[in-house]
């Protein structure tokens, strides 16, 4: 059979580096094919398919010369398995997933990316806490100043009628607020850089 694929190849006028090019493989294995040596070629389905696609770049009969390349390398009806038990595997099929279970990894990512970027938005612009502890609620009386006692989350910025004040560094303020005869609005507002605003009011009537 080796003289069969020399002849052709002679045929053609090519030498054995060209097919080799042509067929990506080494100019070694062809003249192995050419020799009947075939148990210098690499192991099972990989010799094997190296030999088809010489026959058929030649353009002989691909299936009669099968038979007898399987036969002169001893390989019996049985020998099937172990010709792809030694199927030489590609470096990219080492890692095989399903499609389905690759895709649903995938969206599981995006779904946790976007969640974590969710708690973190919401996080940020969440209004810190703010507590008035006096005033209590609405009160009345007669002098015409009062303290204003009350606590916010450290960092914020704390207003009262739009007129910032300082804050200690535990958040803690006190306040002094100068009043007028009749009812006094007091809106203290609590905020950080970039949440909502966190907004209580205190009524003082002055009579």
Not at 14 to 24: F, G, Q, R
Request: aromatic letters at 10%.
């Amino acid at each position: 059979m080796g003289e069969e694929l020399k002849r052709a190849r002679f045929a053609k006028h090519l030498d054995l580096k060209t097919v080799a090019y042509k067929l990506k493989t080494k100019p070694e294995y062809l003249q192995i094919l050419e020799s009947d040596d075939y148990e210098k070629l690499p192991a099972g389905f990989y010799g094997l398919n190296i030999f088809k696609r010489y026959a058929v770049f030649l353009g002989l009969n691909e299936k009669r010369l099968t038979r007898v390349f399987l036969a002169g390398r001893r390989l019996g009806a049985g020998a099937s398995e172990a010709m792809f038990s030694k199927k030489v595997v590609r470096r990219h099929e080492l890692w095989i997933m399903p499609k389905f279970l690759r895709n649903v990894l995938i969206a599981l990512a995006i779904v946790v990316c976007f969640s974590y970027l969710a708690l973190y938005f919401n996080r940020i612009t969440t209004p810190p806490n703010l507590e008035i502890s006096r005033p209590e609620s609405n009160i009345s009386q007669a002098e015409l100043n009062y303290t204003i006692v009350g606590s916010a989350e450290p960092e914020s910025e704390v207003t009262i009628n739009n007129q910032r004040i300082l804050i200690n560094q535990d958040g803690s303020f006190t306040q002094a607020v100068a009043l007028k005869n009749g009812v006094n609005l007091l809106i203290i507002k609590a905020r950080k850089k970039y949440s909502r605003e966190n907004i209580i009011t205190r009524q003082i009537l002055v009579e």
